[in-house]
């Protein structure tokens, strides 16, 4: 295993890099000149990840032993990171007890071979998710706060709450907790379903009621990670990440058109009941391919949900948290990075 020879640089290791967010952490801690770790599987495509600066961990999160004395032989012993990012987790699973195990016992496990190597580091930054708080207020759209007290309604969002409870009863870690919204940019695959339908010229929504959505730009999340990471104000606190005003369908399917060259969109609104079926029939195909489906019952309830207004008013407060990127920008460099890939393609 490689050792690092930059010995004044902040020591960061990011777990689970090899996905969307994981890939654009990476980048950022490289650009700011961090001593770089990434843990992944045996399996993780390290397609994002040929940077020669990284120093890469192994980790079987199936096996704790395994996974302990991997962290204790990763550095020499009495050294440490001095920050990690905890990003690993599952969005979509072919059986909904695989969130538990992935987005609750594995961080579980982690945290606790961690501390049996004498890794713990200064700072750990856990990637939650908006889900965990559950519906908001669908009568007078109020916007969700840090402080608004958790329900969530999916199976998704309840493994995430229990992680971030877990990490509270941790005396000894110095743990930051995230809960973003929507992350979208380039090549990021459920918002690009949604792109490509709006290019055939179809938009689909689901339910009949206004419906009030919010967003986050990768740069700007991974940009709010190094932020808050710098003070310790942010010590032990949860925070909503969003660009902070919410959007309708009709805004968003605009600004994709726009972004697209103008193009004739029809939109169109499922009731319901009618997107519950669709998404029961998605996820029982999914299970009989063994491939986890993108449009599942839990999913449903997470488009079924009417208002995601965020307050993100404690970020802005104690790690000055902005938004370079909002909607119409991001918007822009996402769909010019699904033209060229589709060109590329043609080609």
């Excluded at 090899?18 to 495509?45: K, N, P, Q």
């Excluded at 609750?104 to 190597?117: C, D, H, M, N, P």
């Excluded at 840090?146 to 005396?171: F, M, Q, W």
Aim: overall charge positive.
């Amino acid at each position: 295993m490689s050792q690092s020879n930059n010995t004044s640089a902040p020591r960061l290791l990011v777990v689970g890099a090899g996905g969307f967010i994981g890939g654009h952490i990476v980048a950022g801690a490289l650009e700011r000149g961090f001593d770089t770790w990434v843990a992944v599987r045996a399996s993780t495509s390290r397609s994002r990840l040929d940077d020669e600066r990284l120093h890469f961990v192994v980790l079987d999160y199936d096996n704790p032993g395994s996974m302990t004395e991997t962290l204790a032989t990763a550095l020499p012993e009495g050294e440490r990171w001095d920050m990690i990012i905890y990003n690993l987790g599952a969005t979509k699973c072919i059986n909904f007890t695989d969130f538990n195990r992935i987005n609750y016992i594995y961080l579980k496990e982690f945290t606790k071979a961690l501390r049996a190597a004498d890794k713990l580091p200064r700072r750990f930054l856990y990637m939650s998710s908006l889900s965990a708080l559950g519906p908001g207020d669908e009568k007078n759209y109020s916007p969700l706060t840090d402080l608004s007290i958790p329900s969530p309604n999916t199976r998704y969002g309840v493994s995430k709450i229990k992680a971030e409870t877990y990490l509270e009863t941790l005396p000894d870690l110095n743990w930051t907790i995230f809960r973003p919204t929507g992350v979208y940019g380039p090549y990021e695959k459920d918002y690009l379903m949604m792109i490509k339908s709006i290019d055939s010229h179809f938009d689909f929504g689901v339910g009949m009621r206004r419906q009030m959505l919010t967003f986050i730009y990768v740069t700007d999340l991974v940009n709010a990670m190094f932020d808050a990471l710098a003070t310790d104000a942010t010590i032990k606190r949860k925070y909503i990440i969003s660009e902070d005003r919410a959007y309708s369908q009709r805004e968003f399917r605009k600004m994709v058109a726009r972004a697209l060259g103008s193009k004739w969109v029809i939109p169109v609104k499922l009731p319901l009941w009618m997107a519950y079926v669709a998404s029961a029939m998605a996820e029982r195909i999914g299970t009989l391919r063994g491939k986890p489906s993108t449009l599942n019952r839990d999913k449903y309830k997470i488009m079924r949900q009417r208002n995601w207004n965020c307050d993100v008013s404690r970020a802005k407060a104690d790690f000055n948290f902005t938004v370079r990127y909002p909607l119409e920008k991001g918007v822009q460099h996402t769909v010019e990075a699904y033209l060229e890939a589709k060109k590329g393609a043609r080609q």
